[in-house]
């Protein structure tokens, strides 16, 4: 056995692996007091970025679910007012069907009808003007895409969230065909011998038909009088026009534009409407609008045209031209879009929006042609009968508008806010899981680990005092 003094290499050894021994207890205490297996970028430096992505992650998902919590509470609120202003509107109906029965209503009644009506449009539009969350007006029109024409015969109608906001100059507007509406022309003039002969005529539309008989003595005009009286009492959608009365001829047009509007016509006598007699003749239907916004296609209904689904900056816009003939340039359209936005996921790009359409009475039930000349739920006046059978239509467009917008809500809220809520809870859930097995500490097993690495050290101790004991060996050779 070789005896060396100046260097105990069994000390050194032992010394070693009781460093080795004391560092390993150390980071075993250091796993168990925190939980975590990382605790350093030392300790797993792949693993760290992974982990530090993950919670980077996990709080923006977090973060994703309160957010769309707290949409859900913001649309609930304007649906909530909504259904109030539905309300109204139903009572409003009501008050336009009970002024039209002439037959029975005074004056005074037809008053109170249209005071109760007046008193309505001013909660629609307190409301409006009042709903909000937060500081945020909901209802007032603020919160959507607003748009301003300029041209003549040109209307801004609606935008939706997917309008872009245009330049300062606007979207340009052209007019490859204007609107039209379907009509009959009689070829034989309405004369007194066939009135006298009692002339029978059939007006139908949209599934209402008025069946008129000329009387013997009656003169022409106060035949086509009558026959407008009765076209307008049974609330057909045609119009007899003046020209009529000129030469006898009759002339019947649709009240709305487009291609989906049309009615049927028949007379006894060839000629007056039909060209034989008691033949049913179909009136050719109008055409739609067509043309170009901001040089993308657009799509024509009836007087309207609206951005197709697409379109890189006019999807979703909609504006009426009411001119008469085709135009190059026919206007502009300026657009704002100031849709609710609502952050629903951990990255960017993740969002949806929503446009809250003013709910103003003047901005509910626009665009119903009527003869009273009504543009909108404000300009209403019950105390005619034509004014409150064209209420009527106006008030179910405004239903309409109102119902629209709580259904797109709702559509919002449950199928994609709540829905959102739910897919990310789950992936919260998951992505915890995940981290949680890269970062976190096995208790079990660094407990283990530490019960062993203390055993170890107890041991290193022992044989390095034992390796020290040996270099005293050497003196008892030196006593001998």
């Known amino acids: 056995m070789t005896l060396r003094v100046n260097t105990n290499v069994a000390a050194l050894n032992a010394h070693r692996n009781v460093q080795k021994v004391n560092a390993d207890s150390v980071k075993n205490l250091e796993r168990l007091s925190s939980g975590m297996r990382i605790n350093t970028a030392a300790d797993g430096p792949a693993n760290l970025v992974v982990s530090e992505i993950m919670r980077s992650q996990i709080s923006g998902l977090k973060q994703a679910v309160e957010n769309s919590e707290n949409g859900v509470s913001m649309v609930q609120t304007a649906e909530g007012a909504l259904s109030e202003v539905n309300r109204l509107l139903t009572n409003m109906r009501q008050l336009a ?6 037959g029975v209503n005074d004056e005074r009644m037809v008053a109170a009808d249209q005071s109760e009506f007046a008193n309505s449009v001013k909660s629609i539009n307190r409301i409006a003007t009042n709903t909000q969350f937060g500081d945020k007006q909901l209802l007032d029109g603020s919160r959507g895409a607003n748009g301003v024409a300029n041209g003549a015969g040109l209307q801004f109608v609606a935008a939706s969230p997917n309008t872009k906001t245009s330049p300062t100059k606007g979207y340009e507007v052209e007019i490859t065909q204007a609107a039209t509406r379907a009509q009959m022309e009689g070829g034989t003039a309405l004369d007194q011998d066939i009135i006298d002969a009692g002339e029978s005529l059939t007006v139908t539309e949209n599934g209402r038909t008025i069946q008129f008989s000329t009387k013997e003595g009656d003169t022409v005009e106060s035949t086509i009088n009558e026959l407008k009286r009765q076209i307008r009492d049974a609330n057909l959608k045609v119009e007899v026009l003046d020209e009529s009365f000129d030469d006898g001829v009759l002339r019947l047009r649709h009240i709305d534009h487009g291609s989906k509007n049309t009615f049927s016509v028949s007379s006894s006598t060839p000629g007056v409407l039909s060209t034989r007699a008691n033949v049913t003749d179909q009136a050719a ?11 993308e296609e657009a799509i024509g209904d009836g007087q309207i045209l609206a951005g197709r689904s697409g379109n890189q900056n006019t999807e979703g816009l909609q504006v009426r031209y009411t001119g008469e003939d085709a135009s190059e340039e026919a206007g502009t359209v300026t657009v704002l879009q100031n849709s609710l936005i609502f952050q629903t996921g951990s990255n960017a790009g993740q969002t949806v929006s929503v446009s809250l359409r ?14 009273s000349e009504f543009l909108s739920l404000e300009d209403i006046d019950l105390q005619n009968f034509q004014g409150a059978q064209d209420a009527i239509q106006i008030i179910d467009k405004a239903i309409n508008d109102t119902t629209s917008t709580r ?3 709702g559509a919002l809220q449950k199928n994609t806010l709540e829905s959102n ?6 992936a919260v859930e998951n992505m915890v899981a995940s981290e949680s097995v890269i970062r976190d500490a096995d208790m079990a097993s660094e407990m283990a680990a530490f019960t062993r690495n203390q055993i170890l050290q107890q041991s290193s101790m022992s044989v390095l005092a034992h390796a020290n004991q040996n270099a005293r060996n050497v003196i008892s050779l030196l006593t001998a």
């Open 285 to 295: 239907p109008g055409l739609d609008v067509s043309g170009t916004i901001n040089g």
């Open 407 to 409: 259904g797109e809500l």
């Open 358 to 371: 003013d709910m103003k009475a003047s901005s509910l039930g626009t665009g119903v042609a009527n003869k």
């Open 97 to 102: 069907v009970h002024a039209s029965n002439v």
């Open 421 to 426: 809520i739910s897919t990310l809870r789950i």
